[in-house]
T-cell receptor, first 108, second 113 residues
Framework: QKEVEQDPGPLSVPEGAIVSLNCTYS??????FMWYRQYSRKGPELLMY????GNKEDGRFTAQVDKSSKYISLFIRDSQPSDSATYLCAMIDYKLSFGAGTTVTVRA | ETGVTQSPTHLIKTRGQQVTLRCSSQ?????VSWYQQALGQGPQFIFQYYREEENGRGNFPPRFSGLQFPNYSSELNVNALELDDSALYLC????????????FGNGTRLTVT
């Protein structure tokens, strides 16, 4: 079993829709949780970074962490074609462990 | 603020050869990590350097080795290349220990034929 499981997608939504992305994890030592966005032929770009259970908002992005269920989510409101990318969840114990990534396409 | 830069951007090598990839950390960052990202997969941790010492390693064989220099730039060396080493190699830097968010470069695309 992988330490971090991420819904594989791909996901295709119309412009303006809410995008919902999820990851589960098995390692209780994970304390910090991140979401990265990766465009084609680019390195991952940090979107959200959180430590505690609960919600964290940044503009159109909301990160949600439920440590009791070992489950994290990322929501993108009012999605735009420029949000089309691969989204990677990541978690830290002593190293950063990534999910496999979900490819999202927002259709204009 | 200068971000993480990696060179070269693309590289083609033959099985059995050796390769060196280079990374310049973001200004002020003293920790550098290397990741391997196979096509369609998330990045996999290779190792991390903090103040020129390796202080963490993932499940990669010893033919993957690295260096960090006093200016915090870094190299990843891979000996005896195998076809499965074909991947995007990402360098990331951070300030201090791993709990700080990592800032990634755009990677080196290595193809082994």
């Amino acid at each position: 079993q992988k330490e971090v499981e991420q819904d594989p997608g791909p996901l295709s939504v119309p412009e303006g829709a809410i995008v919902s992305l999820n990851c589960t994890y098995s390692n209780s030592a994970f304390q910090y949780f991140m979401w990265y966005r990766q465009y084609s032929r680019k390195g991952p770009e940090l979107l959200m970074y959180t430590y505690s259970s609960g919600n964290k908002e940044d503009g159109r992005f909301t990160a949600q962490v439920d440590k009791s269920s070992k489950y994290i989510s990322l929501f993108i409101r009012d999605s735009q074609p420029s949000d089309s990318a691969t989204y990677l969840c990541a978690m830290i114990d002593y190293k950063l462990s990534f999910g496999a990534g979900t490819t999202v396409t927002v259709r204009a | 603020e200068t971000g993480v830069t990696q060179s070269p951007t693309h590289l083609i090598k033959t099985r059995g050869q050796q390769v060196t990839l280079r990374c310049s950390s973001q200004s002020g960052h003293n920790t550098v990590s290397w990741y391997q990202q196979a096509l369609g997969q998330g990045p996999q941790f290779i190792f991390q350097y903090y103040r020129e010492e390796e202080n963490g390693r993932g499940n990669f064989p010893p033919r993957f080795s690295g260096l960090q220099f006093p200016n915090y730039s870094s190299e990843l060396n891979v000996n005896a290349l195998e076809l499965d080493d074909s991947a995007l190699y990402l360098c990331a830097s951070s300030l201090g220990q791993p709990i700080e968010p990592l800032h990634f470069g755009n990677g080196t695309r290595l193809t082994v034929t």
